[in-house]
């Protein structure tokens, strides 16, 4: 059994201002990679700024990272941090901005070409990485991950090496405070299906679904306050625990079928990401309950429930109905789905077949 965790967690209010030193480790200048309005807004980059400027560094902020990024914007960050010399890349956002900071720490540094930038062979230099997560839900602050949309193969694609783990992630559930309730619960549900999918890889181990376990019983805490709207900033500090604990759970597990599906989902019908794994996950549990009904109630159990319906139900309360997808198109999904790892990394064989009647009775 092997376990790999580099990344440095500091966690708690106000945790970026009362550890400004952990930036100076790492150069003398900086750049901040974020999205347009919600870093701002949130409070999250002005206090990025504070503790780099408590210790006389410099910065630049590339603020143009879009939800689901392309590869035409990472290559533009990574130009953007030679050009500016900098030395090390704050990621601040939700998964988007994250995954996108990753990706623009490897390419500061070598260079790759866009036929092999999902390859997986990489040099070993990337620029020092800090990651300031705003949303519960990727983990991506803890991933060897990032999620790009590559528009030639007309789906999200990751960027997936230990080099690209962050040297630090600083969680502060103080930034989810803005979200609006859709988002909430959308991150929260990303969060969920990493740790469910988790325990169902074949790479799944015993530290692996300890963590999974107690996020996803974390998670489930927190439904009857998603459902509410009102949701607690205690709970919210409870749902950036989860979904960090989540992070650790795909870093060594990978995803399955779920997020191999859920794509398609983003990339055609512009569904959130967490709202399309939640769409699916119900059926994709009824499908894995046919060969593996003892680990599905164990799944269960930690949220409290017996039976998938009431997963299913659980799922239709949080989350809003979406359009419907033709006959043609889950055809079109399946066979997308199909190409990926995700659907060899199951415990359980699926098969064409197997995808459609997941996405037939799902949406």
Not at 106 to 130: C, H, K, W
Not at 267 to 272: G, H, L
């Amino acid at each position: 059994m092997n376990f790999l965790m580099p990344t440095e967690i500091v966690m708690g209010r106000e945790c970026i201002r009362e550890n400004a030193s952990i930036f100076a480790r790492y150069g003398k200048k900086a750049m901040l990679v974020t999205g347009e309005r919600s870093a701002r807004q949130n409070g999250s980059q002005a206090d990025v700024i504070a503790a780099l400027e408590s210790q006389g560094m410099e910065y630049i902020v590339f603020d143009r990272i879009m939800a689901n990024p392309t590869v035409d914007i990472v290559y533009e960050g990574a130009i953007q941090a030679r050009e500016n010399a900098v030395q090390f890349i704050i990621g601040i956002g939700g998964g988007s901005p994250m995954d996108a900071a990753k990706v623009i720490a490897l390419l500061a540094t070598q260079d790759i070409s866009r036929e092999n930038l999902f390859g997986g062979v990489y040099e070993n230099r990337i620029l020092p990485m800090i990651m300031v997560p705003t949303t519960a839900g990727s983990g991506s602050e803890v991933t060897k991950y990032a999620i790009l949309t590559n528009d030639v193969t007309q789906t999200k694609i990751s960027v997936a090496t230990p080099l690209i783990f962050p040297n630090v992630a600083m969680l502060d559930a103080k930034y989810t405070e803005t979200l609006t309730i859709k988002t909430t619960v959308n991150t929260a549900i990303d969060a969920l299906s990493h740790s469910i999918e988790g325990m169902l890889s074949k790479r799944a181990n015993a530290i692996s679904n300890l963590l999974a376990k107690e996020s996803i019983r974390i998670i489930a805490e927190c439904f009857k306050e998603l459902e509410s709207g009102q949701v607690s900033n205690v709970s919210r500090e409870r749902l950036l625990y989860a979904s960090s604990l989540g992070g650790m759970v795909i870093s060594q597990t990978g995803t399955v079928a779920v997020h191999a599906m859920g794509y398609s989902l983003t990339y055609f019908k512009n569904i959130d990401h967490g709202h399309a794994n939640g769409l699916l996950m119900g059926e994709f549990l009824n499908y894995i309950k046919e060969f593996e009904p003892d680990l599905i109630a164990e799944i269960l159990s930690f949220m409290n429930m017996n039976v998938i319906d009431e997963f299913k139900e659980k799922m239709e309360t949080l989350l809003e109905k979406t359009e419907k997808i033709t006959g043609e198109e889950i055809e079109q999904y399946s066979k997308t789905a199909m190409k990926t790892g995700h659907i060899a990394n199951c415990i359980v064989t699926l098969d064409f077949e197997g995808v459609k009647r997941i996405y037939e009775k799902s949406v």
